[in-house]
Structures are given as C-alpha cells and as structure tokens.
Antibody, heavy 122, light 107 residues
Framework: QLQLQESGPGLVKPSETLSLTCTVS??????????WAWIRQPPGEGLEWIGS???????FYNPSLQSRVAISVDTSNNQFSLKLSSVTAAGTALYFC??????????????WGRGILVTVSS | EIVMTQSPATLSVSPGERATLSCRAS??????LAWFQQKPGQAPRLLIY???TRATGIPARFSASGSGTEFALTISSLESGDFAVYYC?????????FGPGTTVDIK
C-alpha cells in the first residue's frame, strides 16, 4: 500500500525558507507514470496546488508561487522535497504531498499524505 | 488560469437523503475533472476522476457527471460518514486549480 509522509519544521520565521520532505513507501518515486506534488491548505480555507515534479526533472509550478518555490526529487531515499523562500504569514497552512497519475498527460492526485501544519511566525 | 466555482457553499441534508453538488469551470476542462472528499483533520480522498469514474473503493452511492464546464456530484443516500467538504479540481491545464468546496452538513 502506497504511503506518503510529510516531515519538516512546524514553525518558520517570516522571510525565511520553508523546507519540507515527503517520504514515499510502497512505490518507487522513479516510476515513469507519476509526478510528485505539493498542495497546501490555509487553516479553514481551500486547497492550493503548489507544484508537481517528475523524477526525470520535468517540473510545473503554480505561477503565483513560481518565483519562490522549488521541488526536488531524491531517488536514492525515495523522497521529494519542497522549498518555499521568503515566506510570510500567508504561508501558514497544512502542507500535503501527493502522487499525481501521469500517463499520456497528467491527471488526478490518487494518494495523499496526512499533511503537516507549518506556521509562519516570529 | 482556469477558475473553478462550486455551489452551493453549504448543503444541509438529512441522512438517507440525496445530495447534488455542482462544479463549474471558467473554460472547458473536457472530462479532466476530479472530486475529493475531505473530513476535518484528514487529507482529501479521491472520489471521482475523469469526471465520472469512481476511484478504487468508492461506494456506488457516489456518482458524477458532466463535461466541458458543468459538472455534478451526486450522493444517492447520505450516510453519516459522508458529511464532509467536497472539492472539485481540474487537470485540463496547468496550473491545476481547485474549487472552493461545498460543505455537506447534517440537517
């Protein structure tokens, strides 16, 4: 059974860089059929897609965050990571990692991690 | 970017009743639409993809239809575990976008 688990600091100071890791178990992150994604949800609000990455390096980012975001893949540890720089209080959210099915195109998110709450505060 | 809207914002339904949720896209997403269910403190769960295909393990009381810009999710007979927030999401075009959600609560 595929599992995704987010990890990282739960508190980040304003203007600093938010760094999270998602550890994948039950499947290889090097599978050609999937992208690996980050999605966030501010408290009490809806879902915002941050970006998706294929293990070969192809990446798509939300234009609203593109200048500050980077997603990378570590195939040796079956993990992928998110870095979001220059965070503000608006970055306080529950951050989810997810797997996105991509064969002949990119489609739905079929598996999600449980999420990690990151608070941006001094 | 494709903007997704959902209606109503909140739907109050009694257990055993039918619920129909709507989702609209600002431009055609063909059938590249998914529905998710989210309960408090949990990750979203994939219910429907391809606008009408139930994901693995999703009960038959969940059905969905639509294409282009108008979509619907129907829960034929609500059970206690179905009271949650439901989101639609398009994957026709990057950036991927979600609707604001419909809360289904107990009447």
């Amino acid at each position: 059974q595929l599992q995704l688990q987010e990890s990282g600091p739960g508190l980040v100071k304003p203007s600093e860089t938010l760094s999270l890791t998602c550890t994948v178990s039950g499947d290889s992150i090097s599978s050609p059929n999937y992208y690996w994604a980050w999605i966030r949800q501010p408290p009490g609000e809806g879902l915002e897609w941050i970006g998706s990455m294929h293990f070969r390096g192809k990446t798509f980012y939300n234009p609203s965050l593109q200048s500050r975001v980077a997603i990378s893949v570590d195939t040796s540890n079956n993990q992928f990571s998110l870095k979001l720089s220059s965070v503000t209080a608006a970055g306080t959210a529950l951050y989810f990692c997810a797997r996105q099915y991509c064969v002949g195109g990119c489609y739905h998110f079929d598996y999600w991690g449980r999420g990690i709450l990151v608070t941006v505060s001094s | 970017e494709i903007v997704m809207t959902q209606s109503p914002a909140t739907l109050s339904v009694s257990p055993g009743e039918r619920a129909t949720l709507s989702c609209r896209a600002s431009q055609s997403v063909t059938s590249n639409l998914a529905w998710f269910q989210q309960k408090p403190g949990q990750a979203p769960r994939l219910l429907i993809y391809g606008a009408s295909t139930r994901a693995t393990g999703i009960p038959a009381r969940f059905s969905a239809s639509g294409s282009g810009t108008e979509f619907a999710l129907t829960i034929s007979s609500l059970e206690s575990g179905d009271f949650a927030v439901y989101y639609c999401q398009q994957y026709e075009r990057w950036p991927l976008t979600f609707g604001p959600g419909t809360t289904v609560d107990i009447k």
